[in-house]
C-alpha cells in the first residue's frame, strides 16, 4: 500500500513454536525498523472450551489406539496437548485465549520496504515464529494494525492461536524502556534500542543515591566516560574531586581551570596527613581528634603492614601524645586559638611521630617510617601548603608509583572526604579512579572499611 509518499507491508504471524521460554517480540522491538504491531487476544468460553478439549481428547484416543490415522505422531502430539489445556484450565484456573498478531512496516521507498520485510521475516523465524505477507488483504492488516481495536474478520483464521493466560506473558512486548530525566546528563544510549539515556543521580525523589560504579575492560573507555561526567557536571555547578593514579586528568583540568594538586618525589605541593581540618567533622557534631586517630590507624596500616589489636593500641597510645604535645586533645576546644580554628602549622607532622617512637615496643614503626621522614616518601613529612577550594579538584598520584601508589590515594581520599562533608546542601562529588588499589589484595580490612564507611555515608547523605 502507498499513503502519502510512504509504503506498507503487511505480515500476519500464523504459527508459534509449541514451548516458547522468551518473550515473543523482544528481538522485534529491540530493532530500527518502523514498525507498528498489533495483537488482539479473545477470552474464549470456560466451560465450551473444556467440554469440546474432552469431545477432542475421547475421538483423538481412539485414533491412537486403533492407529487408524496415518499421521499418528501428530495425532499423539495434539492429543497430550489438549489434555495439558485441559488439565491447565480445570487444576490451574487458567483460560484459554485465541492470539492474533499483525505486524506493518513503513518505508519511504519499495527496495527499503522489501529489505526491511526480509529483515522481520528473519527475525521471526530465529524465535520459531511462522509469518504470511498479507498480499491480497494489505488494506485489512493495515487498518487492523491501527490503534482502532478492529481485528478484521478476513485475517482471524490466518492469524488465530491458542494460548493460555500463563503464555501471554511471552507476548508482553515492553521490554525496554527509555530513561530520561529532565534535569539529568546524557550518559549513553540503551544497547535495547538506542535510546538516549539522561539521568540526574541527583534526583532523590527518584533514586535512593547517587552512588555508581564503572566497570570495564582494558580501554573499554571507563575514563573517557568518566571525563564527560566531569564536564558535563562541572558546567552544572557541582564541586568535584579526583583521584588520578594514572595522570588521564591533566588536559580536563588545565581546560577547566580546575587545581591540580600533585605529590610525588619532585612535587612542590604538599599535604600534612596528620591535619586535623575543621570540616573534618559536621557541624553540630564533636570528636575532632578521636575522628582523626580512626583514619590515621588506616592509614599506618597501610604503612605497617597491618597491625594486631595490641600494636593499634600502642600506636594510638603514641598518637594522642604526639598531638597532646601540640596542645591538642580530645577537648575540641584544643583545637580553637581566639575563635579560630588552629593552622597545618600548628599540627604534627610524621617526624614528631618518628621522633617519640623510642621504645623497644615501637622500634618497628619507627623503622618503617624512615622512608617517610628521610627516604625516598619525605614529601609526607612536610605541612599543607596548598588551598583546596576550587569547583574541580585533581590529585595527581602517579609519581608515587605502583608500590606507594595506596599511601597517595589514602591521603586524597581522606583530604576530600572533609571537603565533601562540609556542606550537606550542596552537590558533591568524588571519583575514585582505580579504587580496586585501596580495597583489593594490595590493601587490608581497615582501609576497605575505610572506603566501604565512605561510600555508605554518601548514600545515606545522597551525595555522589
Known sequence: MEIEDTYYSSLIVINYEREQSDLLLKTLIDTNVKINISMFYEKQD??????????????????????????????????????????????????????????????????????????????????SMQTKRAYFRQEQAFISSLPFMINHMDL????????????????????????????????????????????????????????????????????????????????????????????????????????????????ETFINILDIREESIEEGEKGFLASKISKLIGFFNLVFGGVNEEEKAILEEKLIEVYDKKGINFQDESL?????????????????????????????????????????????????????????????????????????????????WDKIKKDRNKKKSIYLDEIWRLIGVTSNKEVASFIYKIFKTIRKYRWK
Open 46 to 127: 470456560l466451560y465450551k472450551t473444556i467440554k469440546d478439549l474432552t469431545y477432542y481428547i475421547g475421538n483423538s484416543g481412539v485414533d491412537i489406539k486403533d492407529e487408524k490415522s496415518q499421521d499418528i505422531d501428530l495425532v499423539a502430539f495434539a492429543h497430550n496437548d489438549a489434555k495439558y489445556i485441559r488439565r491447565e484450565m480445570q487444576v490451574n484456573s487458567e483460560n484459554l485465549y485465541f492470539l492474533y498478531i499483525y505486524i506493518t512496516i513503513a518505508a519511504k521507498d519499495k527496495k527499503e520496504l522489501e529489505y526491511m520485510l526480509n529483515k522481520i521475516e528473519g527475525l521471526l523465524q530465529s524465535k
Open 156 to 267: 482471524k483464521e490466518s492469524a488465530k492461536r491458542n494460548v493460555l493466560t500463563s503464555g501471554l506473558v511471552s507476548t508482553y512486548p515492553f521490554i525496554s524502556s527509555s530513561i530520561f530525566d529532565k534535569k539529568g546528563i546524557f550518559v549513553g544510549t540503551n544497547i535495547y534500542n538506542n535510546s538516549l539515556v539522561f539521568i540526574d543521580r541527583y534526583d532523590t525523589d527518584k533514586y535512593k543515591n547517587a552512588n555508581m560504579c564503572i566497570f570495564g575492560t582494558s580501554g573499554a573507555g571507563k575514563s573517557f566516560y568518566t571525563k564527560i561526567m566531569i564536564l558535563r557536571y562541572y558546567l552544572l555547578g557541582i564541586d568535584q574531586y579526583i583521584i588520578d593514579p594514572d595522570r588521564e586528568y591533566h588536559s580536563i583540568c588545565n581546560a577547566l581551570e580546575g587545581s591540580l594538586l600533585k605529590i610525588g618525589p619532585a612535587s
Open 336 to 416: 580553637y586559638r581566639q575563635g579560630k580554628f588552629k593552622t597545618t602549622r600548628d599540627m604534627p607532622i610524621l617526624e614528631d611521630l618518628y621522633n617519640i617512637l623510642d621504645d623497644k615496643n615501637t622500634i618497628k614503626f619507627k623503622i618503617k617510617l624512615l622512608p617517610f621522614i628521610k627516604g625516598s616518601l619525605k614529601f609526607f613529612n612536610n605541612y599543607t601548603n596548598i588551598q583546596i577550594d576550587n569547583q574541580l579538584m585533581i590529585a595527581d598520584v602517579y609519581e608515587l608509583g605502583e608500590d606507594n601508589l595506596k599511601y597517595g590515594m589514602y591521603l586524597f581520599t581522606e583530604l576530600f
